[in-house]
Nanobody
Framework: QVQLVESGGGLVQAGGSLRLSCAAS????????MGWFRQAPGKERQFVAAIKWSGESPYYTDSMKGRFTISRDSAKNTVYLQMNNLKPEDTAIYYC???????????????WGQGTQVTVSS
């Protein structure tokens, strides 16, 4: 089994930056892809970005291209989400998840972290 732990969330002013981390442990050899999703109160879970476990093929939802960057540190078994120029509408709980392929469909991800809160003030 794989375990995921997110960190790096917090309170930031609009225009600021945060870097989220998702550390994987356990049977990491079984990981093929990692995704980031977010969910704001009263809203559906939304795809943010995903990447192959090899670090290849980063993919983003259109609204976040140019502001968010997903990357992987193979030595640390950690995937990062660098978020720049944050906006109040980016406020949500951010989750990382393990999947078999890079996809926007949250149902295709098998293991989820506990989430980390990101709050952007105006």
């Amino acid at each position: 089994q794989v375990q995921l732990v997110e960190s790096g969330g917090g309170l930031v002013q609009a225009g600021g930056s945060l870097r989220l981390s998702c550390a994987a442990s356990g049977r990491t050899s079984r990981i093929s892809a990692m995704g980031w999703f977010r969910q704001a109160p009263g809203k559906e879970r939304q795809f943010v970005a995903a990447i192959k476990w090899s670090g290849e093929s980063p993919y983003y939802t259109d609204s976040m291209k140019g502001r968010f960057t997903i990357s992987r540190d193979s030595a640390k078994n950690t995937v990062y989400l660098q978020m720049n120029n944050l906006k109040p509408e980016d406020t949500a709980i951010y989750y990382c998840a393990v999947g078999r392929i890079v996809t926007t469909a949250w149902g295709r991800y098998d293991v989820w972290g506990q989430g980390t809160q990101v709050t952007v003030s105006s």
